[in-house]
């Protein structure tokens, strides 16, 4: 689903799968954390990273094949369902300003710059007016 939504992505996919299938790491990025934390984290690091810097393209392609790159691995070893990390990965790749082919619903909503002592029932709590909320975390 990523290399249909997110332009010039095939060779990255590739390089992605291609890892995560000869990868011998016994230690996992995200062991330890459900799928919905895993995702939070990936977003927020590439919120964080857009924001320190004052990238190319050329470097937010190499972000987003880090990123991607541990996204896989994650499916792969079955910390993350593959529906929900292709969504990520879109999400993803429109924080990075990179061109997205094929529009998908956007069900997430990243909220920046919330107190340190901010917990998941917090924001339940403050976005419960607006409808159902399925999932939330707060990133590191």
Known sequence: EVKETVKGTDEMMSQAV???LISSDITVWGQ???SVEIEARILHETYTWMRKTSA???DRRTFMQD???KMVLCVR???VPPDKASLTIHECAALLGLEISE???QTSLMVTNMRKAATTED????FKGFGAIEEAVVAP
């Not at 924001?123 to 403050?126: N, R």
Request: charged share 25%; net charge negative; hydrophobic share 45%.
């Open 18 to 20: 291609t890892k995560a």
């Open 32 to 34: 330890g954390m459900e």
């Open 56 to 58: 190319s393209v050329e």
């Open 67 to 69: 990123m991607l790159n």
């Open 77 to 79: 070893n079955g910390l």
């Open 103 to 105: 529009e998908i619903p």
């Open 123 to 126: 924001l339940f709590e403050a």
